[in-house]
């Protein structure tokens, strides 16, 4: 096997999922929601199979790029359909660096961004952010940190494992930043319909010449392997951009892209998303004030399934073992700066009586 299968070692969230089953432990690890995907989304899917079964075209379902060209107030023709944002980000890598190039992230990461640079020969740096009483992107390190060899920034907003949610400010610093650079920007909105206050600005709209924008069906209809994502591109890039993906899945499930475009639309009439946030930002309450009354520092999310906390000289397989509660360590996003110590990731994408009960036990270990 070629070296670059060093890349191929078990991720932490499969890792955390793992090792929750083998102990019975309450799973506040991998994001996936405990609650099923909504019937209209199963209903459109069952008429589906057996209808729309083959090959799509590797740009995706027509009806489907529109649905999302039409919810997102885009162009059908800067719309790519992919397997999920995995698939999304990996052919925006394949796409936009090669080897020698740089791409800037911020840290804590999502797992995918490094490996998927690795493979595309690019060298990740990464630009800490900021731990006071909330996570802050600090500005002028990530300016410092472009270097003429820099091709891309690559954002999460809202912010994965953080939380956090990009001012207007900081969204048109960054922007600013990137045009002075002449960057392009990467901006996984995966989470972009998951947000507790403001709903977040979508990069895009502040620069659509230079953003490729990464969003997710499986995110926002709760289906997250349906692996069902996509691509908005800067005006006249969406065919290479979609070419690349042609060599890897050729296209995604035809009939779930046919369910998710006939959802798209019913999700947003019927009012799904402001129902998915407000369960959601019940279940944030109800972790955090939990885990505060333990006598611990969170830092209270604005947007996505996941609280960030100080769970200061606890080890991570220490709490699935002995806590029965998998958590994701914070130095699982930290590849080159140090991470906060005691930082840990909890997922409350998962029932209020799940929440109740890994806090029960958290209480009983601490
Ligand atoms: N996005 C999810 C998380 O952050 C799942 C990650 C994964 O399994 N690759 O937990």
């Not at 089953?21 to 996936?32: V, W």
């Not at 620069?207 to 490729?212: G, H, L, Y």
């Not at 392997?225 to 800067?234: F, Q, V």
Request: proline share 8%; net charge negative.
């Amino acid at each position: 096997l070629h070296p670059r299968t060093e890349l191929s070692r078990e991720s932490i969230f499969a890792q955390m999922s793992r090792l929750a089953a083998e102990h019975g432990a309450i799973n506040l690890g991998q994001g996936f929601p405990s609650n099923p995907p909504p019937p209209f989304l199963l209903e459109a899917a069952r008429r589906a199979i057996g209808t729309v079964d083959q090959y799509t075209p590797p740009i995706g379902l027509p009806q489907l790029r529109e649905a999302v060209a039409e919810d997102l107030g885009v162009s059908p023709q800067e719309v790519i359909i992919t397997a999920g944002g995995t698939e999304a980000l990996h052919a925006l890598a394949e796409a936009l660096y090669g080897p020698g190039d740089e791409v800037v992230l911020l840290e804590p990461y999502f797992d995918v961004y490094i490996p998927q640079a690795r493979m595309a020969g690019a060298e990740p740096v990464m630009v800490p952010m900021r731990l006071t009483d909330r996570w802050e992107v600090d500005l002028s390190a990530l300016e410092q940190a472009i270097t003429p060899r820099t091709k891309a920034l690559l954002l999460t907003n809202p912010y994965n494992p953080t939380g956090s949610v990009l001012s207007r400010t900081e969204a048109e610093q960054i922007v600013a930043l990137a045009r002075r650079h002449d960057l392009w920007i990467i901006s996984d909105e995966v989470y972009d319909e998951l947000y507790f206050a403001e709903p977040p600005i979508s990069l895009r709209e502040l620069a659509p010449e230079r953003v490729f924008t990464v969003g997710s069906a499986g995110k926002r209809l709760e289906a997250t392997g349906w692996r069902i994502g996509w691509i908005l591109t800067p005006p006249g890039l969406a065919p290479q951009v979609a070419g690349m993906r042609q060599w890897s899945s050729f296209c995604s499930a035809a009939p779930l892209q046919a369910a998710v475009a006939e959802a798209l639309p019913v999700a947003r009439r019927e009012g799904f998303y402001e129902a998915l946030r407000q369960g959601y930002k019940a279940r944030r309450d109800l972790l955090e004030s939990g885990l505060k009354s333990l006598g611990l520092k969170t830092f209270s999310p604005a947007g996505t399934y996941f609280l960030t906390a100080l769970l200061p000289g606890l080890e991570a397989e220490a709490l699935v073992r002995e806590a029965k509660v998998a958590a994701i360590p914070g130095s699982a996003f930290y590849i080159q700066n140090p991470a906060p110590k005691g930082l840990f990731r909890f997922a409350f994408c998962k029932t209020e009586a799940e929440i109740e009960q890994a806090l029960e036990r958290l209480e009983g270990y601490l």
